[in-house]
């Protein structure tokens, strides 16, 4: 997976771009276990995978579908659909082992004078698109997705401001004061009244 990211996402941790385009360079010696070991490495590959996954995520809009409005920082880092940009990376993998030319015993089988290149930044946000939409539609997970977002909690958004955490806020009191309102008015009616026959007037 870390082969198949752009220069443009690698470059944020500078010293990964020393690691040879080449695995087999990397596997006969140790002058990267430095960087391979280190939970960095993990974090480049897990977040980079996982941003470029959320520009993807289609959720009900008032138009039909559309990409998360706002950034993902507006969002916590326990709002569902961030963390399932982190799970669908295990689909990732299997993709990448099973049906495409990115299986790790195929690349370090690669001839040691050969070098992978780097994949366009356009041609990984294609990568990372159609394999989003193909997961979702194979997991069939858009009803789950669509069930997060019209359901969103105060919670699932990050601290700082944004136009569309106000928006939702604004929408989320005025939702709860009308569903207030309804249990009020329910109530009220549901009280029990004395009434009193005049039974002069019935006989």
């Known amino acids: 997976m870390f082969y198949a990211l752009p220069k443009e ?5 500078k010293d990964y771009l020393d690691i040879p385009r080449n695995p087999y ?3 006969y010696t140790d002058k990267y276990n430095h960087l391979i070991n280190d939970d960095v490495f993990l974090q480049l590959i897990w977040e980079s995978y996982a941003w470029s996954v959320w520009q993807f995520i ?3 809009r008032r138009d039909g ?3 998360i409005p706002g950034k993902w920082t507006d969002y916590s880092g326990d709002f569902p659909l961030w963390r399932l940009c982190f799970v669908i990376q295990n689909f990732f993998r ?3 082992e099973y049906e495409m030319e990115w299986s790790f015993q195929k690349l370090f089988m690669m001839p040691k004078e050969m070098q992978i290149p780097w994949l366009t930044y356009q041609q990984f946000s294609n990568l990372i698109g159609n394999l989003t939409d193909m997961i ?3 997991q069939n997970w858009q009803p789950m997705i669509d069930e997060v977002w019209n359901n969103r909690q105060m919670e699932d958004y990050s601290e700082r401001k944004s136009p569309y955490k106000r928006d939702f806020i604004n929408k989320w009191y005025c939702s709860w004061n009308d569903n207030k309102k309804t249990f009020f008015l329910m109530k009220q009616s549901s009280q029990t009244k004395t009434v009193t026959i005049n039974f002069e007037a019935v006989f």
């Open 94 to 96: 299997k993709k990448f």
């Open 136 to 138: 979702v539609e194979e």
């Open 9 to 13: 996402l690698v470059i944020k941790r």
């Open 25 to 27: 360079d990397v596997l």
């Open 58 to 60: 289609q959720v009900p």
């Open 65 to 67: 579908y559309g990409n």
